[in-house]
């Protein structure tokens, strides 16, 4: 077995591979600093130089000077929305299979955080799991996570005890992204997949119960006889949410299936008569948060959307500009006026 199909290789990206230079080498980036990653290649891990790339993306290199030649089209993505005022999104990670939303069970359950956290899942084209972690020094009411994840599977693990971690690992297909706030267990439950302490791990803060950040950079491990590949993230304080409505139709499927029996077909849910959504309010089968919950993530996306399509547009703009100022040049010095 060669590296590269330790770390994720399969048909699919020796196809997209093959319509590109043969004068080229096909990577797989595990680790990105400034200016230069680590990727693995069928010789080994090799340090290479380029920008614009991620951690899970698959490329190819100059067969001398490992230098980025192309990035292959990526399969999935996971894409956060900039918490500021800019259009800017990150990337998170690159063709990843399963994402795994950690929910520690010695703090607070945020059932907001969650839904927020599936909503980014969904939309990178993954499948979500969510991983109740630290079982062994709390308890999290699994029902209420059910609820606020319908459709997607919970698994409730310690990595003290190994308890459910055979069950969660059965769930688990591809390259697996661990995503969640720091201290919520990640880089454990990771290190519980990988048999061995491969990954940082720290403790939380005794004042607030809240966790520090021990990984600091995505890396790409592949877990041992399984054909698995893992992306530990460090931990999310804030998630913004940009993609498309159906990253939140799908995390929301409750409401979603609702909203397709309401009386109006652009009923918004909040006071038309035969809204379907509301009756379930009403009826004590959807909360009022979670409701809430929906609305704020749709405004979100559309806000963030809105910003996207904007810089699109200036940039777009920007681009008709230098064409122009090249083409007046172009004509001054041949003497034509156009």
């Known amino acids: 077995m060669s590296p590269l199909d330790r770390y994720g290789l399969d048909q699919h990206w020796l196809t997209e591979y093959e319509k590109l230079s043969r004068k080229t080498i096909l ?66 990670g690159a063709n990843v299979d ?22 980014l899942a969904w939309g990178s084209g993954a499948v979500p799991i969510v991983a109740i972690t630290k079982t062994d020094s709390g308890s999290v009411a699994e029902e209420l996570l059910l609820a606020a994840a319908p459709g997607v599977t919970v698994c409730s693990t310690s990595a003290v005890s190994d308890g459910g971690i055979d069950s969660l690992a059965a769930h688990l297909r591809g390259t697996v992204a661990l995503i969640g706030p720091s201290g919520s267990g990640k880089s454990t439950l990771g290190n519980a997949l990988l048999g061995g302490s491969v990954l940082a791990t720290g403790a939380t803060r005794s004042a607030d119960g809240k966790g520090q950040h021990t990984t600091v950079h995505r890396e790409l491990v592949p877990i041992p006889s399984s054909g698995l590949v893992l992306l530990d993230t460090p ?5 913004g949410v940009q993609g498309s409505e159906d990253a939140v ?10 909203a397709a029996t309401c009386r109006f077909g652009d009923c918004a849910h909040e006071r038309e008569p035969g809204c379907a959504v509301l009756a379930a309010v009403d009826a004590g089968e959807l909360t009022e948060r979670r409701l809430g919950n929906y609305r704020k993530l749709l405004r979100e996306n559309a806000w963030a ?5 904007a810089r699109a547009r200036r940039e777009k703009l920007r681009e008709y500009k230098q064409i122009s100022k090249s083409l007046r040049q ?3 010095a041949e003497g034509r006026t156009r």
């Open 27 to 92: 990577a797989r980036v595990v680790r990105v600093d400034r200016g230069e990653f680590d990727a693995v290649t069928d010789s080994g891990i090799v340090r290479c130089t380029g920008t614009g790339i991620c951690t899970g993306d698959w490329a190819t290199l100059d067969e001398h000077s490992f230098r980025l030649i192309a990035i292959l089209p990526r399969r999935t993505c996971i894409e956060r929305a900039s918490a500021g005022s800019t259009s800017d999104t990150q990337v998170l």
């Open 330 to 332: 172009k004509y001054a």
């Open 305 to 309: 959307t809105s910003r996207h399509d």
């Open 249 to 258: 139709a799908s995390a929301f499927s409750d409401i979603d299936e609702l």
């Open 98 to 119: 399963t994402v795994v939303v950690t929910v520690a069970s010695d703090t607070t359950l945020d059932l907001g955080r969650v839904e927020r956290y599936i909503t």
């Open 235 to 239: 931990g999310l304080r804030s998630v």
